[in-house]
């Protein structure tokens, strides 16, 4: 499932939905929120998940990435702490991007 918000007639954030991927005691996993580039939504995050709510009262599940922020949102928005896992991952960056090392190729 895909919310997003407008403003404007321009897509400023979207929230996505699916079936839990990893813990099949939860029926949705919350998969990514995401605002427009450069841009601020004050308040998106709990409009989309209030109208995700509003229609679905089942369980929701999501993961949060620490290096890119501390969860705060989740918080806020009444996510129960279950797990944080402590032990770093490895990444590699290029130009400011950032690449997961399963997305490349082994190195010998």
């Given at each position: 499932?895909?919310?997003?918000?407008?403003?404007?007639?321009?897509?400023?954030?979207v929230m996505t939905f699916s079936k839990s991927r990893y813990n099949k005691n939860v029926v949705w996993e919350l998969v990514?929120?995401?605002?427009?580039?450069?841009?601020?939504?004050?308040?998106?995050?709990?409009?989309?998940?209030?109208?995700?709510?509003?229609?679905?009262?089942?369980?929701?599940?999501?993961?949060?990435?620490?290096?890119?922020?501390?969860?705060?949102?989740?918080?806020?928005?009444?996510?129960?702490?279950?797990?944080?896992?402590?032990?770093?991952?490895?990444?590699?960056?290029?130009?400011?991007?950032?690449?997961?090392?399963?997305?490349?190729?082994?190195?010998?």
């Amino acid at each position: 499932m895909r919310y997003g918000l407008e403003y404007g007639g321009e897509l400023v954030a979207v929230m996505t939905f699916s079936k839990s991927r990893y813990n099949k005691n939860v029926v949705w996993e919350l998969v990514r929120f995401a605002n427009k580039l450069d841009t601020i939504v004050i308040g998106g995050f709990s409009k989309l998940l209030a109208y995700f709510r509003k229609f679905n009262s089942c369980s929701i599940v999501s993961y949060c990435d620490k290096s890119r922020g501390f969860g705060s949102v989740y918080i806020n928005q009444r996510f129960i702490l279950q797990n944080m896992k402590v032990t770093p991952s490895f990444a590699w960056t290029d130009n400011y991007k950032v690449y997961n090392r399963l997305q490349l190729p082994e190195v010998q």
